[in-house]
């Protein structure tokens, strides 16, 4: 499948949510997507466009813009192409829906996203800490206003 | 976990330190007997930050900071790492540095698969299988060594090419070492092939089928040994990979044994690449010429934007996602390693068996919990 009829088939069935779609080359894309509508649209990339292998979940912190991002990464085991799926999340209270339903090994990714910058995954099975001590909780580590950064996390590293 | 606990059920746990571990994580088991009823996962025993530091470093700093994502595949680390910044940067290495990039990263995978088939042996009990790789994984890394003046952690590659060119006499001991090579791989097979013990461990052990792989995010060599042709290098070929001519190793069996068949088979093609490119790699600079990005350049402002690129690893497949906001350091780097999702599907897989085949599936995955904790 070519990256230009992918991106004609996502926005022709979902014309409200997804917006500025564009095509970088012959096998990346990238898509912004409506928080709300986030998990039907993974259901949808799964089910018709053989998108059926997720690469990561991850979260990226714009401060001057006071937003976060959730950014989906969806490759698939049939043609080369990778989607970036992203979506725009306020800094306060974020909340975005699960995609564990869609894809299994979202599980970690989301609980990584989580502990890591306070993104609320909502109907998620397990959303506990993973990689990080249970008493950081909430101090939201990759965050760019974090302060702990390297005096309490890597003393004598940097 | 604990909550309903049956009367004759039990909780042990395997780690954080065990001898069937490729590095701290702790697993939960829940036992009925022998038979596993549940497991769990805990990671983050050696987290190291890697994402936060690499955004407060330079981007050349950074490169030395990826090889300890996981120190056996420091060079396909550092490949994902410098291929994204030379994404950003819009610049190509020329022809000589992208074989010896290639060159190096197939020795690389060579000694990753070496150990990852040492250690399986001993997990399961075959303590001398050990000792026989790690002794030609010695002379694979005596290879690199004798290119990058390290081990395990190079530092070897640049943007647009590679720190050092190949020394000389180097083709001639790397194709000594290859022959011998060659005879190894042969021995080793013969060993597990005959083996009845090993057989009776492996065969039909944690089981995977290509579905079920597919669902859990499984890439590389398990994935592989399920029957599903998905490699990087021929998906999405990058550097010279294009014109090299290999072929994905797979099996269908989807057990322990064919993991370990993969990685074998896979050696095999690594050495066939190695010896093509030693016969075509091309003189010529190491360095693109008309870019104001060198080697010298400690301070390198990179241009705005953003970047998803997957490299091959021997595990499978190695992602980093990259957002520059035009400064000298990443804005953000995701590391998407190959092992985490694998690790992530060690619970399902291991439910309904024994104990001792813990061990066994567990290993055939050949860890590196060093990059799943990052």
Same mark, same amino acid.
């Given at each position: 499948?070519? *990256?230009?009829?992918? &991106? /004609? ?8 949510? %997804?917006?500025? =779609? ?58 080369? *192409?990778?989607?970036? &799926? /992203? ?8 909340? %975005?829906?699960? =995609? ?59 | ?374």
């Amino acid at each position: 499948m070519d *990256v230009t009829e992918i &991106l /004609k088939s996502l926005t022709d069935t979902f014309p409200e949510v %997804i917006s500025e =779609a564009t095509a970088e080359s012959g096998i990346r894309a990238r898509a912004y997507v409506d928080r709300e509508k986030a998990r039907e649209v993974c259901q949808y990339l799964k089910d018709s466009l053989q998108f059926d292998h997720l690469c990561s979940v991850c979260g990226v912190d714009y401060i001057k813009r006071n937003e976060l991002e959730v950014v989906y990464h969806i490759a698939s085991y049939n043609h080369p *192409v990778v989607l970036m &799926l /992203k979506a725009v999340l306020p800094r306060e209270n974020p909340e %975005i829906e699960s =995609a564990v339903p869609v894809y299994w090994n979202a599980n970690w990714y989301e609980r990584e996203t989580y502990e890591l910058f306070g993104i609320m995954f909502k109907n998620h099975p397990n959303l506990k800490p993973l990689i990080l001590p249970e008493d950081m909780l909430g101090e939201w580590p990759l965050r760019k206003d974090y302060k702990g950064f390297p005096n309490a996390t890597a003393r004598n590293l940097v | 976990m604990n909550e309903n606990l049956e009367p004759n059920e039990m909780i042990i746990h395997l780690g954080p330190q065990h001898p069937m571990q490729p590095g701290p994580f702790r697993l939960n088991l829940r036992l009925n007997g022998e038979t596993v009823m549940g497991a769990e996962i805990e990671l983050g025993f050696i987290h190291k930050g890697i994402e936060k530091i690499l955004e407060n470093k330079t981007y050349l700093q950074g490169i030395t900071i990826v090889d300890r994502i996981c120190y056996l595949v420091a060079l396909t680390n550092e490949e994902c790492f410098v291929g994204c910044t030379e994404k950003l940067l819009g610049i190509e290495p020329p022809e000589r540095s992208q074989y010896i990039r290639v060159i190096l990263e197939e020795l690389t995978r060579i000694q990753s698969h070496l150990l990852g088939i040492g250690e399986f042996g001993e997990f399961i009990g075959f303590v001398s299988m050990f000792m026989y790789t790690i002794r030609e994984r010695e002379e694979v890394l005596g290879l690199i060594d004798m290119v990058t003046g390290a081990r395990v952690t190079h530092s070897y590659l640049k943007f647009g090419g590679v720190r050092a060119d190949l020394p000389d006499g180097f083709k001639e001991k790397t194709i000594s070492v290859l022959n011998n090579l060659k005879k190894s791989v042969d021995d080793f097979e013969e060993m597990f092939h005959t083996d009845r013990i090993y057989r009776e461990r492996t065969v039909g052990v944690g089981v995977l089928t290509a579905d079920v792989a597919k669902n859990l995010g499984v890439s590389g060599p398990a994935l592989r040994a399920t029957g599903v042709p998905f490699d990087i290098r021929k998906n999405e070929p990058y550097l010279v990979y294009k014109d090299l001519d290999f072929k994905v190793c797979t099996e269908t069996a989807g057990d322990c044994f064919a993991r370990v068949q993969v990685r074998l088979n896979e050696i095999r093609e690594s050495i066939y690449i190695l010896e093509q490119c030693l016969d075509r790699i091309p003189n010529g600079p190491l360095f693109p010429e008309n870019t104001p990005y060198s080697r010298r350049t400690p301070v390198m402002r990179v241009p705005a934007g953003e970047v998803f690129h997957r490299v091959e690893d021997p595990r499978g497949e190695m992602g980093m996602y990259m957002v520059s906001d035009g400064s000298d350091k990443p804005y953000r780097v995701k590391v998407r390693g190959p092992y985490y999702p694998t690790l992530q599907a060690l619970p399902p897989l291991i439910i309904g068996t024994t104990v001792a085949d813990v061990a066994a599936i567990s290993g055939s995955m050949d860890g590196c919990t060093s990059e799943a904790d990052r």
